[in-house]
């Protein structure tokens, strides 16, 4: 079992970090900080497959999960960073029951699905079973985003083979009509994610949330989510910047 897998067992809610940023050291250190889970953002970064795989190396030395958020529903590329070492995908924008199918279909290995064989790396981080274990220790998210995603949100939780929901705020709210921002306390996007995360434990299955503040990420974790994002690697550094900065504000002439 991953780590992701243990926490779940024994109940608890899993604190996902984000890497939006390239960079092997980075990964390093980001994984040395005591996540449960970690992401690689490949969707809105600019991390190709070639710049993961040296992140997912340095990660590998912590005890962390590596999840890769890949670019889109795509099978070519889950396929590239499931070899690379990946335990867990998550998949933007899966609108349909198809798209579900199609999108665990290619984390697993037949009968289960139609992943390839050849994990160059999965073979050396996961041993020598690692054929026998992939399946059941990669995660499946599918990210629910979009108002045709809510419209086949049942469908969806209970494809065969999913792991969980992971829900993306920002990109939720646009396609409702309203602002894309993310940590929604109350309103209409806060409904649709209780939604999201009722849908996601009817079907058995885990529920993961976008957040870019720790006070809405802890209150996401009380309500039940079984993973939540609080923050990225990028978003850490504007926020301590200008703190940075501000504490030398009015000295040395400035
Ligand atoms: C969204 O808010 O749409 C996301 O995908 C979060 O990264
Ligand atoms: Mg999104």
């Known amino acids: 079992m991953t780590k992701l897998q243990d926490v779940w067992a024994a109940g608890k809610s899993a604190a996902n970090g984000w890497l939006a940023l390239p960079g092997s050291h980075l990964a390093e250190v980001m994984a040395h900080q005591g996540w449960d889970a970690l992401t690689i953002d490949l969707q809105h970064s600019s991390i190709d ?22 670019p889109w529903n795509e099978p070519s590329v889950m396929m590239r960073v499931l070899d690379a070492g990946a335990y867990g995908i998550i998949c933007p924008m899966v609108n349909s029951r198809e798209d579900a199918e199609n999108f665990v279909s290619a984390c697993r290995y037949p009968p289960a699905g139609m992943r390839s064989n050849g994990a160059y790396r999965g073979m050396i981080v996961g041993g020598s079973d690692y054929q026998k274990t992939a399946n059941s ?6 990210m629910i985003e979009t108002r045709e995603g809510m419209a086949n949100l049942k469908e969806i939780a209970e494809t065969p083979g999913l792991d969980a929901l992971y829900i993306g705020p920002t990109d939720l709210a646009f396609s409702h009509g309203h602002p894309p921002v993310h940590n929604n306390f109350d309103g209409p996007v806060a409904a649709l994610i209780a939604e999201i995360l009722a849908a996601a434990h009817a079907a058995g299955i885990k529920a993961g949330v976008h957040a870019t503040n720790t006070e809405y990420a802890a209150k996401m974790m009380e309500d039940g989510f079984d993973l939540v994002t609080p923050t990225s690697d990028l978003r850490m550094i504007q926020a301590a910047a200008p703190d940075v900065l501000a504490g030398l504000s009015g000295v040395g002439g400035r």
């Open 49 to 70: 497959v070639a710049a993961a795989v040296p992140m997912l190396q340095a990660m590998a030395a912590a005890d962390v999960t590596p999840i890769v958020r890949v």
């Open 137 to 142: 220790e990669i995660v499946t998210f599918a």
